[in-house]
């Protein structure tokens, strides 16, 4: 999956060294207080579309927030309590459920 960097320089390649610092500054800074995608247009929406010019409307911009805020959220360690891993086989919860009661 693509960073938000590779994001933002594949949608806005005309976009300015400063401006591009910015953005992605606001990105890593503030990637735990993006509840949603709604916070993070909110945060960088404005000038994302000042950047496109008249390339995308809003819904262009919110699209693009959509997919670095996705990627925020992939990037995110997962907590251990509620990671998920693949077991080597299945479970019968049929057979534990059978010997749960003969103790």
């Known amino acids: 999956m693509a960073t938000c960097a590779e994001i933002l320089r594949s949608e806005f390649p005309e976009i300015d060294g400063q401006v591009f610092d910015y953005v992605t ?9 993006f509840e949603s995608v709604d916070d993070l247009v909110e945060a960088v ?9 008249d390339s995308k409307d809003d819904a262009g911009i919110r699209a693009v927030c959509q997919r670095m805020y996705n990627t925020l959220r992939l990037a995110e360690p997962q907590s251990q309590g509620s990671s998920q891993v693949l077991l ?14 003969r103790r």
């Open 25 to 33: 500054g606001v990105l890593h800074s503030g990637s735990s207080d």
């Open 45 to 53: 929406g404005e000038l994302l579309q000042e950047v496109s010019g």
């Open 88 to 101: 080597d086989a299945p479970i019968q919860l049929s057979k534990i459920t059978e010997n749960y009661g």
